[in-house]
């Protein structure tokens, strides 16, 4: 009994040696005020705390554990393990960890939070968080399983859906969007790259927005001081496509729709791509483009070809152009009509009962831009 009254009276800090501990003291506890810096808690600096539930202090200047939650009205220089939460009102200068989200002030080091990192002020470090990292500057990385928000960042973002920074040094990286105001980097994005000035590249799966950048990888680019256009063109199996060409200096997109002369049945055509601008003058320039296209009838056929073109383009004004060129071709079909398409291969692979015809041809394009 004499040892249970002395535990209790310990925990709840109303012994006198509790009364009388100086900065810097080992600190056990259940949830404050059980602990041994009792009602004085929030006044300690501790050098290593330790507690079951939850604890409060000034500062830290060693490790931290709490079962729930670790809550310092100051600093922190050290490390703080919480199974949910770590709340520091100023800097940490060590590393933070917690099953559920960490808020802070800003420092030096890494945070790593089951959920969230939340920093109101800069970081030299890493943010890893579940689903969200969100600071004010940071000099390092951001890490969320969903989004990441920073207003400058000298390092990368790296997002499952989201990354929101206004200057970015490095590179951002989502499986959805990333949007910045200057990007001195790339952005790679699963659907949409937003930013004002990109001194890189932009990869998206669909879309880049940019007043300049001269470097868009997409299927639409819609670049301020690039080039768009509406083009015409025809192949040597007669499918006759109307595109949009959209992108920067150098690199575009391209994406249309058109139909094909030619056959009787699979005559509805769609076509995506890349394209590159080369030895560009006032007259003349080189477009190389790279196309995926398809004719169906919207049944049961198939027909794909991934072509290769090199397509010499003349300006006539300065919002029109006309080009031709060869173009190296690779078919896949399931119809007696897509193979006999084409009559000349270089080398073709003849289906089977459960395999489609392949084939290998030379070809050519033609056609007119408008650029607007």
Not at 17 to 29: C, D, L, M, R, S
Not at 184 to 208: C, D, E, L, P
């Amino acid at each position: 009994m004499r040892k249970l009254i002395t535990s209790i009276l310990l925990l709840a800090g109303l012994s006198a040696e509790a009364q009388n501990q100086i900065p810097g003291k080992i600190h056990f506890g259940l949830v404050y005020p059980l602990s041994t810096n009792g009602m004085r808690a929030p006044l300690d600096t501790n050098n290593f705390s330790i507690n079951l539930i939850g604890g409060v202090s000034a500062a830290e200047r060693g490790a931290a554990f709490a079962g729930l939650s670790n809550v310092v009205r100051n600093d922190v220089k050290g490390t703080m393990f919480a199974g949910f939460s770590n709340h520091v009102k100023r800097t940490v200068n060590g590393a933070l960890f917690a099953g559920f989200a960490n808020t802070y002030g800003g420092g030096k080091g890494p945070a790593f939070g089951g959920f969230a990192n939340v920093a109101s002020g800069d970081v030299k470090g890493a943010q890893f968080a579940g689903f969200a990292n969100i600071a004010k500057e940071v000099n390092g990385t951001q890490v969320g399983g969903f989004i990441n928000v920073a207003k400058n960042i000298k390092g990368a973002q790296f997002a499952g859906f989201t990354n929101v920074a206004k200057n970015v040094s490095v590179s951002q990286v989502a499986g959805f969007a990333n949007a910045a105001k200057d990007v001195k980097g790339s952005q790679f994005a699963g659907f949409i790259n937003i930013a004002r000035k990109v001194k890189g590249v932009q990869v998206a799966g669909f879309m880049n927005i940019a007043d300049s950048s001269d470097c868009p990888i997409g299927i639409i680019n819609i670049i301020k001081h690039g080039e768009k256009s509406i083009g015409l063109t025809v192949d040597e199996n007669q499918t006759t496509m109307l595109s949009f060409r959209s992108g920067g200096k150098i690199l575009y997109g391209i994406i249309g729709a058109g139909y094909n002369f030619k056959n009787d049945d699979a005559v509805y055509a769609a076509e995506a791509g890349l394209g590159a601008h080369f030895f560009t003058s006032n007259r003349f320039r080189l477009n190389a483009e790279l196309i995926a296209s398809t004719l169906t009838d919207f049944e049961d056929g198939d027909y794909f070809k991934s072509s290769f073109r090199l397509m010499p383009a003349l300006k006539l004004t300065s919002f029109l152009e006309i080009f031709a060129g060869p173009s190296l071709n690779f078919i896949t079909t399931n119809t007696a009509e897509g193979e006999k398409l084409t009559k000349k291969y270089l080398k073709k692979w003849p289906g089977d009962w459960d395999e489609d015809f392949r084939g290998l041809y030379l070809g050519y394009t033609g056609g007119i831009h408008v650029k607007f």
